[in-house]
């Protein structure tokens, strides 16, 4: 499986920027696609990470990916934003759509932006902690088109639709806290970490995947080689029931599509997200929300130990503690990965010294 290499975040952003600079992406896209994707490696979600460049790469070669797009504002409503991502960079598309949400909320208290056709974008996690780093509240649902079905819905044997995540994120209660930001596929898995799972040449846990015939394995090439399998939802019909919501609200209502015959014709990642961003200065808890929130939290937390558990954190906390440990320790990017990120730099012209030298390798 070959060696790990272990990189610092600020050599590795300039490895990412070295490489999207060379797809014809501006220095703005680059650099907005190598913070995005390094922060989620940073954050320990290495699925949504630097892994995702080279897929990026060949989409924007095989232009299937619009290099150097920006958000187009289909109609204006006031606090309802249609946006058309024009398959753009997700990392671009993404960022400029939260900061038109967020400018309009400001003003109305609050704001639906209902966006679709943008390429991939990313850890949804990272557009909540983007409204609440400017005081919103946010919550985003996302569904994922372009690209065969994945997930299997709950009582079925084979695939329908994809990993839709969900993500709502609470602004910090104090200058200088930290926001709550709960963030997740709805599948049991996100799909980047089956890949990154055979990457490494490890197996998913039991009672993740289905193969082809509806059987349960634990082979993450079931997702990749053959007739495919599919990933399950996480809680069951829980799960499976906020996946269809998300599916709808994000495929259906945004002017996007949703699954089904001829959805994943493009051969290309596509999300639609429909996000709420609202103005807690505007709520009725506008005078109060932060001592609930504060009194919440911490009691939540003074819950004991359960045996074998580190405690009780809130969502959010596990990707601070990655980040911390990860910005001090370096980045581990396993063989596979790495030598798939020197490939993508090849097919544009970046040579292997070349990503290696920026990478500080
Ligand atoms: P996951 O299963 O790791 O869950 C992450 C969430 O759970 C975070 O909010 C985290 O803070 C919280 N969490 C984890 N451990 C916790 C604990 N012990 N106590 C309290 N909270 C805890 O996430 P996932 O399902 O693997 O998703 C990974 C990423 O994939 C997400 O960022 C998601 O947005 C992204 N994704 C993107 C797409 C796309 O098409 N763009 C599709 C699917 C998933």
Redesign the pocket.
């Known amino acids: 499986m070959g060696e790990t290499v272990t990189v610092k975040p600020e050599p590795l952003r300039a490895a990412v920027r070295h490489i999207c600079l060379a797809a014809g992406s501006n220095e703005r896209e680059a650099t907005l696609v190598a913070e995005n994707l390094v922060l ?1 490696n940073l ?3 290495d ?2 990470g630097v892994g995702m460049l080279p897929q990026y790469i060949l989409a924007a070669v095989e232009k299937r990916l619009v290099v150097n797009q920006s958000v187009r504002v289909t109609s204006d409503f006031g606090a309802i934003l249609n946006l058309d991502g024009g398959m753009g960079y ?1 990392q671009v598309i993404g960022h400029e759509a939260m900061e038109l949400g967020i400018r309009r909320a400001r003003q109305t208290g609050a704001c639906i932006v209902s966006l679709r056709d943008s390429h ?7 557009w909540g902690e983007q409204c609440a780093a400017a005081g919103m509240l946010s919550t985003h649902y ?3 088109v372009g690209r065969p079905p994945l997930v299997a819905p709950f009582g079925g044997a084979d695939a329908r639709f ?6 709502c994120a609470i602004p910090p209660s104090q200058p200088g806290g930290e926001p ?14 089956v890949r990154v799972a055979m990457n490494k040449g490890e197996q998913v846990p039991p009672g993740t995947l289905i193969n082809a015939n509806g059987a349960p394995t634990t082979e993450p090439r079931t997702m990749f080689d053959g007739p495919i399998g599919a990933i399950l939802t ?1 809680g069951e019909h829980k799960g499976y029931g906020l996946a269809v919501i998300a599916e709808l609200l994000a495929g259906a209502f945004t002017g996007g599509i949703t699954m089904h015959e001829g959805s994943w014709a493009k051969n290309t ?1 596509t ?1 639609n997200m429909f996000s709420v961003i609202v103005d807690p200065a505007k709520l009725g808890g506008a005078d109060s929300w932060r001592r609930e929130v504060d009194a919440f939290v911490k009691f939540v937390k003074a819950a004991p130990k359960a045996p074998g ?2 405690g ?8 601070r503690r990655y980040r911390a440990s990860r910005s001090r320790d370096g980045i581990p990017v396993d063989a596979t990965t790495w030598r798939e990120i020197i490939s993508a730099g090849e097919s544009v012209g970046i040579g292997a010294a070349q990503t290696n030298t920026a990478a500080g390798l």
């Not at 991939?120 to 990272?126: D, K, L, N, S, Y």
């Open positions: 989620a954050s320990g979600h699925s949504h997700g991939h974008i990313g850890r949804i996690g990272h996302v569904n994922v994809a990993t839709n995540p969900y993500c709550i930001v709960l963030d997740f596929a709805t599948s049991k898995i996100a799909m980047g970490k996480f990642i999300n558990s580190d009780v954190q809130v969502a959010g906390e596990p990707e």
